[in-house]
Protein backbone atom coordinates (compact mmCIF):
# COMPACT_ATOMS: atom_id res chain seq x y z
CA UNK A 1 0.00 0.00 0.00
CA UNK A 2 1.36 3.48 -0.64
CA UNK A 3 0.38 5.85 1.81
CA UNK A 4 -3.09 7.71 2.60
CA UNK A 5 -1.61 10.53 4.20
CA UNK A 6 -4.06 13.39 3.98
CA UNK A 7 -5.77 12.17 1.13
CA UNK A 8 -7.66 10.00 3.30
CA UNK A 9 -10.84 12.59 3.40
CA UNK A 10 -10.75 13.75 0.38
CA UNK A 11 -13.90 11.87 -1.00
CA UNK A 12 -15.67 12.83 2.12
CA UNK A 13 -15.02 16.52 1.71
CA UNK A 14 -15.71 16.09 -2.20
CA UNK A 15 -18.70 14.90 -1.36
CA UNK A 16 -19.82 18.10 0.39
CA UNK A 17 -19.12 19.78 -2.91
CA UNK A 18 -22.11 21.36 -3.90
CA UNK A 19 -22.47 21.02 -7.63
CA UNK A 20 -23.46 24.31 -9.13
CA UNK A 21 -26.94 25.50 -10.64
CA UNK A 22 -27.56 27.17 -13.59
CA UNK A 23 -26.18 30.98 -13.48
CA UNK A 24 -28.76 32.28 -15.63
CA UNK A 25 -32.18 31.77 -16.07
CA UNK A 26 -31.59 32.58 -20.14
CA UNK A 27 -32.93 30.25 -22.41
CA UNK A 28 -30.28 28.01 -24.13
CA UNK A 29 -29.64 29.32 -27.61
CA UNK A 30 -31.75 27.60 -30.68
CA UNK A 31 -29.99 24.04 -31.54
CA UNK A 32 -30.90 22.23 -34.46
CA UNK A 33 -32.59 18.73 -33.98
CA UNK A 34 -29.64 16.94 -35.61
CA UNK A 35 -26.98 18.30 -33.87
CA UNK A 36 -26.02 15.42 -32.20
CA UNK A 37 -25.19 13.12 -35.25
CA UNK A 38 -22.10 15.36 -36.70
CA UNK A 39 -20.05 12.38 -35.77
CA UNK A 40 -16.49 13.98 -34.91
CA UNK A 41 -17.89 17.46 -35.40
CA UNK A 42 -20.13 17.36 -32.86
CA UNK A 43 -20.21 19.90 -30.40
CA UNK A 44 -19.16 18.44 -26.13
CA UNK A 45 -22.63 20.21 -25.42
CA UNK A 46 -24.54 17.49 -27.53
CA UNK A 47 -22.88 14.82 -24.94
CA UNK A 48 -23.27 16.61 -21.92
CA UNK A 49 -26.00 19.18 -22.13
CA UNK A 50 -26.07 19.87 -18.76
CA UNK A 51 -22.81 22.38 -19.65
CA UNK A 52 -24.91 24.26 -22.26
CA UNK A 53 -26.93 25.97 -18.98
CA UNK A 54 -23.71 26.14 -16.75
CA UNK A 55 -20.60 25.30 -17.72
CA UNK A 56 -18.90 24.40 -14.49
CA UNK A 57 -21.47 22.18 -13.35
CA UNK A 58 -19.67 18.74 -12.06
CA UNK A 59 -21.88 15.88 -10.64
CA UNK A 60 -19.07 14.55 -8.15
CA UNK A 61 -21.17 10.72 -7.94
CA UNK A 62 -19.67 9.59 -11.22
CA UNK A 63 -16.25 8.92 -8.54
CA UNK A 64 -17.20 5.34 -7.76
CA UNK A 65 -14.60 3.81 -5.16
CA UNK A 66 -16.32 0.49 -3.68
CA UNK A 67 -18.70 1.76 -0.67
CA UNK A 68 -17.66 0.60 2.53
CA UNK A 69 -13.74 0.75 1.43
CA UNK A 70 -11.45 3.23 2.54
CA UNK A 71 -10.57 5.16 -1.04
CA UNK A 72 -8.53 8.72 -2.08
CA UNK A 73 -7.56 9.56 -6.24
CA UNK A 74 -3.56 9.68 -6.09
CA UNK A 75 -3.61 10.30 -9.55
CA UNK A 76 -4.94 11.46 -13.21
CA UNK A 77 -4.13 10.48 -16.37
CA UNK A 78 -6.46 12.49 -18.54
CA UNK A 79 -5.95 11.74 -22.35
CA UNK A 80 -7.82 14.75 -24.24
CA UNK A 81 -9.15 15.94 -27.54
CA UNK A 82 -8.44 19.57 -28.64
CA UNK A 83 -12.05 22.01 -28.67
CA UNK A 84 -13.88 23.26 -31.52
CA UNK A 85 -11.43 24.23 -34.43
CA UNK A 86 -11.96 25.48 -37.72
CA UNK A 87 -12.61 23.43 -40.75
CA UNK A 88 -9.48 22.02 -42.40
CA UNK A 89 -8.81 23.40 -46.14
CA UNK A 90 -9.96 20.18 -47.42
CA UNK A 91 -13.66 21.33 -46.18
CA UNK A 92 -13.09 25.05 -46.75
CA UNK A 93 -12.96 23.93 -50.35
CA UNK A 94 -15.40 22.24 -50.41
CA UNK A 95 -17.50 24.66 -48.87
CA UNK A 96 -16.50 27.10 -50.97
CA UNK A 97 -17.39 25.12 -54.22
CA UNK A 98 -21.51 24.32 -53.03
CA UNK A 99 -21.29 28.23 -52.52
CA UNK A 100 -19.96 28.43 -55.83
CA UNK A 101 -22.85 26.11 -57.33
CA UNK A 102 -25.97 27.76 -55.04
CA UNK A 103 -24.86 31.17 -56.73
CA UNK A 104 -24.00 30.29 -60.22
CA UNK A 105 -26.47 26.85 -61.23
CA UNK A 106 -29.05 26.63 -58.46
CA UNK A 107 -32.35 27.06 -60.10
CA UNK A 108 -34.20 30.27 -58.82
CA UNK A 109 -37.48 29.25 -60.28
CA UNK A 110 -38.05 25.33 -58.79
CA UNK A 111 -40.95 26.28 -56.39
CA UNK A 112 -40.36 23.90 -53.97
CA UNK A 113 -36.79 25.24 -53.31
CA UNK A 114 -37.08 29.53 -53.65
CA UNK A 115 -37.57 29.80 -50.18
CA UNK A 116 -34.73 27.96 -48.98
CA UNK A 117 -32.48 29.53 -51.72
CA UNK A 118 -33.72 32.91 -50.73
CA UNK A 119 -33.02 31.92 -47.23
CA UNK A 120 -29.16 30.64 -48.16
CA UNK A 121 -28.71 33.42 -50.44
CA UNK A 122 -30.17 36.06 -48.28
CA UNK A 123 -29.00 35.21 -44.90
CA UNK A 124 -25.35 33.34 -45.83
CA UNK A 125 -22.03 33.94 -47.20
CA UNK A 126 -18.73 32.14 -47.16
CA UNK A 127 -16.77 33.04 -44.24
CA UNK A 128 -14.02 30.55 -44.36
CA UNK A 129 -10.53 31.31 -45.39
CA UNK A 130 -7.88 28.49 -46.21
CA UNK A 131 -5.25 30.31 -43.52
CA UNK A 132 -8.33 28.95 -40.85
CA UNK A 133 -7.32 25.59 -41.42
CA UNK A 134 -8.36 23.13 -38.25
CA UNK A 135 -7.13 26.49 -35.97
CA UNK A 136 -8.47 26.16 -32.70
CA UNK A 137 -11.34 28.68 -32.47
CA UNK A 138 -12.90 30.60 -29.12
CA UNK A 139 -15.15 28.63 -28.46
CA UNK A 140 -12.09 25.67 -28.35
CA UNK A 141 -10.50 27.49 -25.93
CA UNK A 142 -13.37 27.56 -23.73
CA UNK A 143 -14.30 23.85 -24.17
CA UNK A 144 -10.63 22.87 -22.39
CA UNK A 145 -10.50 25.96 -19.83
CA UNK A 146 -14.29 24.54 -18.94
CA UNK A 147 -13.27 21.12 -19.00
CA UNK A 148 -9.72 22.00 -17.04
CA UNK A 149 -12.48 23.88 -14.19
CA UNK A 150 -15.03 20.91 -13.40
CA UNK A 151 -12.20 18.48 -13.45
CA UNK A 152 -9.86 20.71 -10.73
CA UNK A 153 -13.53 20.36 -8.99
CA UNK A 154 -13.46 16.55 -9.39
CA UNK A 155 -9.92 16.25 -8.56
CA UNK A 156 -8.88 18.90 -5.62
CA UNK A 157 -5.92 17.62 -4.41
CA UNK A 158 -4.64 16.23 -7.92
CA UNK A 159 -5.59 19.28 -9.96
CA UNK A 160 -4.67 21.54 -6.70
CA UNK A 161 -2.82 25.33 -7.09
CA UNK A 162 0.05 23.96 -5.12
CA UNK A 163 0.95 21.27 -7.73
CA UNK A 164 -0.17 24.11 -10.42
CA UNK A 165 2.35 26.77 -9.26
CA UNK A 166 5.33 23.85 -8.53
CA UNK A 167 4.44 22.22 -11.82
CA UNK A 168 3.76 18.57 -10.79
CA UNK A 169 1.59 18.30 -13.20
CA UNK A 170 2.39 16.89 -16.78
CA UNK A 171 0.96 18.60 -19.52
CA UNK A 172 2.09 17.10 -23.17
CA UNK A 173 0.45 17.71 -26.63
CA UNK A 174 0.89 16.97 -30.05
CA UNK A 175 2.59 19.80 -32.47
CA UNK A 176 -0.71 20.85 -34.32
CA UNK A 177 -1.74 24.30 -33.56
CA UNK A 178 -4.97 23.09 -32.34
CA UNK A 179 -3.59 21.16 -29.65
CA UNK A 180 -0.93 23.67 -28.66
CA UNK A 181 -3.77 25.91 -28.41
CA UNK A 182 -6.11 23.24 -25.99
CA UNK A 183 -3.32 22.77 -23.83
CA UNK A 184 -3.24 26.15 -23.32
CA UNK A 185 -6.53 27.02 -22.56
CA UNK A 186 -6.85 23.68 -20.16
CA UNK A 187 -3.47 25.26 -18.03
CA UNK A 188 -5.54 28.66 -18.18
CA UNK A 189 -8.65 27.05 -16.93
CA UNK A 190 -6.82 25.93 -13.98
CA UNK A 191 -5.27 29.10 -13.17
CA UNK A 192 -9.22 30.65 -13.30
CA UNK A 193 -9.99 27.27 -10.88
CA UNK A 194 -7.72 28.77 -8.26
CA UNK A 195 -7.67 32.33 -8.25
CA UNK A 196 -4.00 32.62 -9.84
CA UNK A 197 -3.27 36.62 -10.79
CA UNK A 198 -3.11 37.34 -14.20
CA UNK A 199 1.00 38.11 -13.90
CA UNK A 200 0.98 34.33 -12.61
CA UNK A 201 4.61 32.95 -14.19
CA UNK A 202 3.51 30.88 -17.18
CA UNK A 203 3.09 26.96 -17.20
CA UNK A 204 5.00 24.30 -19.85
CA UNK A 205 4.15 21.61 -21.77
CA UNK A 206 5.76 19.38 -23.90
CA UNK A 207 5.56 18.40 -27.68
CA UNK A 208 5.33 14.81 -28.42
CA UNK A 209 4.08 13.32 -31.62
CA UNK A 210 5.73 10.18 -31.44
CA UNK A 211 3.15 9.87 -28.27
CA UNK A 212 0.26 12.11 -29.74
CA UNK A 213 0.56 11.44 -33.35
CA UNK A 214 1.48 7.94 -33.56
CA UNK A 215 -0.79 7.23 -36.58
CA UNK A 216 1.84 9.26 -38.76
CA UNK A 217 4.74 7.40 -37.48
CA UNK A 218 3.26 4.00 -37.94
CA UNK A 219 4.65 2.54 -41.18
CA UNK A 220 2.10 -0.37 -40.96
CA UNK A 221 -0.48 1.74 -40.60
CA UNK A 222 0.27 4.56 -42.91
CA UNK A 223 0.80 1.57 -45.89
CA UNK A 224 -2.08 -1.02 -45.11
CA UNK A 225 -4.64 1.53 -44.53
CA UNK A 226 -3.94 5.62 -44.84
CA UNK A 227 -2.48 4.92 -48.35
CA UNK A 228 -4.21 1.59 -49.04
CA UNK A 229 -7.50 2.17 -51.17
CA UNK A 230 -9.11 -0.63 -50.50
CA UNK A 231 -9.24 -0.45 -46.74
CA UNK A 232 -11.77 2.23 -47.20
CA UNK A 233 -13.78 0.21 -49.36
CA UNK A 234 -16.84 -0.39 -47.07
CA UNK A 235 -17.14 3.92 -46.50
CA UNK A 236 -17.15 4.30 -50.70
CA UNK A 237 -19.78 1.40 -50.95
CA UNK A 238 -21.77 3.38 -48.89
CA UNK A 239 -21.31 6.56 -49.96
CA UNK A 240 -22.64 5.52 -53.32
CA UNK A 241 -24.89 3.21 -52.19
CA UNK A 242 -29.24 3.69 -51.37
CA UNK A 243 -29.25 5.60 -48.61
CA UNK A 244 -26.70 8.34 -49.19
CA UNK A 245 -28.08 8.44 -52.72
CA UNK A 246 -31.83 9.01 -51.52
CA UNK A 247 -30.35 12.23 -48.59
CA UNK A 248 -28.62 13.40 -52.07
CA UNK A 249 -31.46 13.85 -53.95
CA UNK A 250 -33.47 15.29 -51.26
CA UNK A 251 -30.88 17.92 -51.05
CA UNK A 252 -30.34 18.96 -54.66
CA UNK A 253 -34.23 18.75 -54.44
CA UNK A 254 -34.44 21.54 -51.87
CA UNK A 255 -31.09 23.90 -53.13
CA UNK A 256 -32.71 23.42 -57.02
CA UNK A 257 -29.23 21.90 -58.23
CA UNK A 258 -28.82 19.28 -61.14
CA UNK A 259 -28.30 15.87 -59.30
CA UNK A 260 -24.76 15.84 -61.18
CA UNK A 261 -23.74 18.88 -59.93
CA UNK A 262 -24.81 17.65 -56.09
CA UNK A 263 -21.53 15.16 -55.12
CA UNK A 264 -21.59 13.23 -51.75
CA UNK A 265 -18.54 15.31 -50.85
CA UNK A 266 -20.80 18.41 -51.32
CA UNK A 267 -23.96 17.21 -49.35
CA UNK A 268 -21.34 16.13 -46.85
CA UNK A 269 -20.08 19.82 -46.79
CA UNK A 270 -23.54 21.26 -46.85
CA UNK A 271 -24.03 19.26 -43.47
CA UNK A 272 -20.79 20.32 -41.71
CA UNK A 273 -21.83 23.71 -42.66
CA UNK A 274 -24.27 23.30 -39.83
CA UNK A 275 -21.81 21.90 -37.50
CA UNK A 276 -19.16 24.00 -37.53
CA UNK A 277 -21.59 27.31 -37.71
CA UNK A 278 -23.02 25.84 -34.30
CA UNK A 279 -19.67 24.52 -33.11
CA UNK A 280 -17.68 27.92 -33.61
CA UNK A 281 -20.65 30.67 -33.00
CA UNK A 282 -23.33 28.69 -31.45
CA UNK A 283 -25.41 29.63 -34.23
CA UNK A 284 -28.15 27.91 -36.40
CA UNK A 285 -27.06 28.13 -39.89
CA UNK A 286 -29.69 28.38 -42.37
CA UNK A 287 -27.85 25.10 -43.62
CA UNK A 288 -29.66 22.98 -41.04
CA UNK A 289 -32.60 23.30 -42.00
CA UNK A 290 -31.75 21.03 -45.52
CA UNK A 291 -31.17 18.00 -43.10
CA UNK A 292 -33.84 16.30 -41.08
CA UNK A 293 -33.01 13.43 -38.25
CA UNK A 294 -33.04 10.57 -41.28
CA UNK A 295 -31.09 12.51 -43.08
CA UNK A 296 -28.31 13.42 -40.25
CA UNK A 297 -28.70 9.45 -39.43
CA UNK A 298 -27.77 8.52 -42.37
CA UNK A 299 -24.40 10.89 -42.82
CA UNK A 300 -23.68 10.22 -39.39
CA UNK A 301 -23.58 6.13 -40.07
CA UNK A 302 -21.23 7.09 -43.17
CA UNK A 303 -19.00 9.31 -40.49
CA UNK A 304 -18.82 6.12 -38.05
CA UNK A 305 -17.87 3.60 -41.19
CA UNK A 306 -14.61 6.06 -41.90
CA UNK A 307 -13.96 6.29 -38.63
CA UNK A 308 -14.61 2.62 -37.47
CA UNK A 309 -12.40 1.29 -40.90
CA UNK A 310 -9.46 4.05 -40.89
CA UNK A 311 -9.00 4.16 -36.61
CA UNK A 312 -11.00 1.83 -35.15
CA UNK A 313 -11.72 -1.99 -35.49
CA UNK A 314 -11.77 -2.41 -39.03
CA UNK A 315 -8.61 -3.12 -39.28
CA UNK A 316 -6.12 -4.61 -36.68
CA UNK A 317 -3.47 -2.06 -36.86
CA UNK A 318 -5.50 0.60 -36.39
CA UNK A 319 -5.54 0.04 -32.53
CA UNK A 320 -2.24 -1.52 -32.32
CA UNK A 321 -0.93 1.80 -33.47
CA UNK A 322 -0.96 3.35 -30.13
CA UNK A 323 0.28 0.64 -28.30
CA UNK A 324 2.99 3.58 -27.45
CA UNK A 325 0.27 5.92 -26.19
CA UNK A 326 -1.05 2.29 -24.03
CA UNK A 327 2.26 1.90 -22.82
CA UNK A 328 3.19 5.51 -21.13
CA UNK A 329 0.45 5.75 -20.09
CA UNK A 330 0.20 1.91 -17.60
CA UNK A 331 3.87 3.18 -17.33
CA UNK A 332 2.34 6.41 -15.15
CA UNK A 333 -0.29 4.52 -13.96
CA UNK A 334 2.29 1.79 -12.60
CA UNK A 335 4.91 4.63 -11.41
CA UNK A 336 2.13 6.01 -9.36
CA UNK A 337 0.48 3.02 -7.43
CA UNK A 338 3.58 1.52 -6.40
CA UNK A 339 4.59 1.53 -2.61
CA UNK A 340 6.32 4.01 -0.64
CA UNK A 341 7.97 4.75 2.45
CA UNK A 342 6.12 7.82 4.50
CA UNK A 343 9.70 9.79 3.70
CA UNK A 344 9.48 9.38 -0.56
CA UNK A 345 8.06 12.24 -2.68
CA UNK A 346 4.76 11.53 -3.59
CA UNK A 347 3.04 10.45 -6.88
CA UNK A 348 2.76 12.89 -9.99
CA UNK A 349 -0.38 13.68 -9.15
CA UNK A 350 -1.68 14.05 -12.84
CA UNK A 351 -0.74 14.03 -16.71
CA UNK A 352 -2.97 15.82 -19.25
CA UNK A 353 -2.34 14.58 -22.79
CA UNK A 354 -4.02 16.58 -25.71
CA UNK A 355 -4.31 15.10 -28.96
CA UNK A 356 -6.81 14.59 -31.44
CA UNK A 357 -9.88 12.11 -32.69
CA UNK A 358 -7.33 10.13 -34.21
CA UNK A 359 -5.38 9.97 -31.22
CA UNK A 360 -8.08 8.84 -28.67
CA UNK A 361 -10.22 6.24 -30.93
CA UNK A 362 -7.38 3.55 -31.49
CA UNK A 363 -6.89 3.81 -27.55
CA UNK A 364 -10.11 3.48 -27.08
CA UNK A 365 -10.07 0.20 -29.68
CA UNK A 366 -7.02 -1.34 -27.64
CA UNK A 367 -8.85 -1.19 -24.71
CA UNK A 368 -11.88 -3.16 -26.06
CA UNK A 369 -14.31 -0.22 -25.59
CA UNK A 370 -17.32 0.47 -27.70
CA UNK A 371 -17.08 -3.12 -29.52
CA UNK A 372 -20.59 -4.22 -30.96
CA UNK A 373 -21.08 -7.75 -31.77
CA UNK A 374 -21.97 -7.41 -35.32
CA UNK A 375 -19.19 -4.86 -37.46
CA UNK A 376 -20.88 -1.76 -39.52
CA UNK A 377 -20.70 -2.19 -43.44
CA UNK A 378 -22.25 -0.52 -46.44
CA UNK A 379 -25.12 -3.28 -46.41
CA UNK A 380 -26.72 -3.37 -42.83
CA UNK A 381 -27.04 0.33 -42.16
CA UNK A 382 -30.80 -0.44 -40.97
CA UNK A 383 -29.82 -2.83 -38.28
CA UNK A 384 -26.48 -0.38 -36.56
CA UNK A 385 -29.33 2.10 -35.61
CA UNK A 386 -28.50 0.25 -31.41
CA UNK A 387 -24.95 0.42 -31.82
CA UNK A 388 -22.45 1.42 -29.47
CA UNK A 389 -20.19 2.87 -31.68
CA UNK A 390 -21.36 6.37 -32.60
CA UNK A 391 -18.27 9.20 -32.47
CA UNK A 392 -20.81 11.56 -32.33
CA UNK A 393 -21.15 10.27 -28.37
CA UNK A 394 -17.36 9.39 -28.48
CA UNK A 395 -15.04 11.74 -29.32
CA UNK A 396 -17.04 15.48 -29.74
CA UNK A 397 -14.89 17.96 -29.68
CA UNK A 398 -13.20 18.02 -26.26
CA UNK A 399 -13.60 14.78 -25.37
CA UNK A 400 -11.56 12.62 -22.70
CA UNK A 401 -10.54 9.59 -21.66
CA UNK A 402 -10.06 9.63 -17.73
CA UNK A 403 -7.97 7.08 -15.61
CA UNK A 404 -8.02 7.98 -11.79
CA UNK A 405 -6.18 5.86 -9.74
CA UNK A 406 -6.98 5.54 -6.30
CA UNK A 407 -5.24 4.47 -2.86
CA UNK A 408 -7.75 1.69 -1.38
CA UNK A 409 -7.34 -0.47 1.90
CA UNK A 410 -7.47 -3.38 -0.44
CA UNK A 411 -4.56 -1.92 -2.52
CA UNK A 412 -4.99 0.11 -5.57
CA UNK A 413 -7.64 0.34 -7.49
CA UNK A 414 -8.74 2.27 -11.24
CA UNK A 415 -11.47 4.08 -12.62
CA UNK A 416 -12.37 4.88 -16.44
CA UNK A 417 -14.20 7.77 -17.07
CA UNK A 418 -15.11 8.69 -20.66
CA UNK A 419 -16.56 12.47 -21.25
CA UNK A 420 -16.76 12.75 -17.53
CA UNK A 421 -19.18 9.66 -17.33
CA UNK A 422 -17.98 6.24 -15.60
CA UNK A 423 -17.34 3.56 -17.49
CA UNK A 424 -16.70 -0.17 -16.97
CA UNK A 425 -13.72 -2.12 -18.58
CA UNK A 426 -15.07 -4.62 -20.53
CA UNK A 427 -13.85 -7.98 -19.24
CA UNK A 428 -14.41 -6.60 -15.57
CA UNK A 429 -18.61 -5.44 -15.63
CA UNK A 430 -19.02 -6.39 -12.11
CA UNK A 431 -17.45 -3.15 -10.83
CA UNK A 432 -16.81 0.86 -11.32
CA UNK A 433 -13.52 0.76 -9.84
CA UNK A 434 -11.93 -2.78 -10.25
CA UNK A 435 -8.12 -3.38 -8.31
CA UNK A 436 -5.73 -2.14 -10.43
CA UNK A 437 -4.14 -5.75 -10.61
CA UNK A 438 -6.95 -7.10 -12.35
CA UNK A 439 -7.36 -4.28 -14.80
CA UNK A 440 -3.30 -5.25 -15.10
CA UNK A 441 -3.88 -8.76 -15.35
CA UNK A 442 -7.19 -8.23 -18.44
CA UNK A 443 -4.46 -6.58 -19.90
CA UNK A 444 -1.75 -8.60 -19.57
CA UNK A 445 -1.23 -9.35 -23.35
CA UNK A 446 -0.77 -6.19 -24.39
CA UNK A 447 1.56 -4.77 -21.22
CA UNK A 448 3.60 -7.74 -22.30
CA UNK A 449 3.04 -7.65 -26.14
CA UNK A 450 2.14 -4.51 -28.29
CA UNK A 451 5.22 -3.69 -29.26
CA UNK A 452 4.84 -0.36 -31.47
CA UNK A 453 7.98 -1.13 -33.86
CA UNK A 454 7.51 -4.62 -34.53
CA UNK A 455 3.84 -3.72 -35.25
CA UNK A 456 4.11 -0.98 -37.31
CA UNK A 457 7.38 -2.18 -39.44
CA UNK A 458 5.64 -4.99 -40.24
CA UNK A 459 7.41 -7.46 -38.62
CA UNK A 460 3.70 -9.37 -36.90
CA UNK A 461 0.71 -10.14 -38.24
CA UNK A 462 -1.90 -7.48 -38.45
CA UNK A 463 0.18 -4.93 -40.46
CA UNK A 464 -2.07 -4.86 -43.51
CA UNK A 465 -6.05 -4.30 -43.83
CA UNK A 466 -7.88 -7.11 -41.53
CA UNK A 467 -11.18 -7.46 -40.85
CA UNK A 468 -11.04 -9.80 -37.52
CA UNK A 469 -12.84 -8.62 -34.82
Not at 165 to 171: S, T
Request: charged share 25%; glycine share 6%.
Amino acid sequence: MFQLGTHGFLLAALSLVPTRVCCSSAEVPDVPKIAAYFGTKTRYEEVKPNVLRDPLTVNTSVLRPPPGEFCSPVHLTAVIRHGSRYPTVKNIRRIQRLSELLQKDASRTSEGSTERLQELRSRWEPWYTEDMDGQLVRKGRDDLRFLAQRLATLFPSLLSEENLRKRRIRFVTSSKHRCVSSVEAFQEGLQQHWGCHDNAPGYSHSVDDELMRFFELCRGYVEGVENNRTALLEVEKFKHGKEMEAVRRRIAEKLGLSLHLLTPDLVEAAFFICSYELSIKSIHSPWCFLFDKSDAKVLEYKSDLKQFWKRSYGHVINSLSSCQLFHHIFRTLDKAGRPRRSTEAGPEPASILVGHAETLLPLLSLLGLYKDQTLPTASNYQSQHGRSFRTSRIIPYAANLLFVLYDCQRGPRLQLLVNETPLRFPDLQTDDTPLYRDVRATYRHLLDGCDFHRVCEGRVEGRGPNTEL
